[in-house]
């Protein structure tokens, strides 16, 4: 049985647009500060780079978004919320550790270049701001789409056509990463 599906779109938007239609402040800095990455990794928030000093240098972006679908029957056999995260780190999360680093190897292709990440830093398997201590790569670091107040769901739906889909118990039918390269 296959694991997983892949759907990628690409979005091209203009940075005003993104930052005028996309950016809810009050309820991302209330989203950011209940997940359980807030604090603990250097690409999330508190402590990012104000929003408009960062991004508003780029003229534009490409959103990228990725839907990682399961199959019905994996579904159906994965249960437990621990079966529920082998299944995720095995996909969803590889996925999205081989998105960042593509990014990462466009901004070489793309001057000025600079990739937003889908969720928290992945680099490393433990951030060391969790010791408090700083960065191990900080030339690497990207911040995610999500620290800089954007309303990650809106813009998968709105732009990407990409619903997400949310479930409290059990896997759900697809996850979706949204990530950006910016350009000036």
Known sequence: M??????????????ERLLAGYRTLGAAAEACGLCPNYG????????????????KPFSGCF??????????????????????????DRTYERIKKQLFLTLLELEK???????????????????ERKEGKPCRFPKLRRYSVT?????FA???EELLDM??????????????????????
Not at 40 to 55: D, F, H, I, K, N
Not at 147 to 151: K, N, Q
């Open 2 to 15: 296959k694991e997983f599906e892949l759907k990628v779109r690409v979005k091209q938007i203009s940075m």
């Open 40 to 55: 603990t990794v250097w690409s999330c928030p508190p402590g990012v780079p104000e929003a408009e000093r960062y991004l």
């Open 109 to 127: 292709q793309v001057p000025g270049g600079v990739c937003l990440g889908a969720g928290r830093c992945i680099l490393c398997s433990r951030c």
């Open 163 to 184: 619903k997400l889909l949310w479930s409290l118990e059990g896997l759900p039918e697809y996850d979706v990463a949204v990530a950006a390269l910016c350009y000036q």
């Open 63 to 88: 959103l990228i978004g990725v839907q990682v679908s399961y199959p019905e029957q994996l579904r159906k056999e994965t249960a437990s919320a621990k079966e529920v995260q082998a299944v995720r």
């Open 147 to 151: 620290a800089f107040g954007l309303d």
């Open 154 to 156: 809106r813009m998968a």
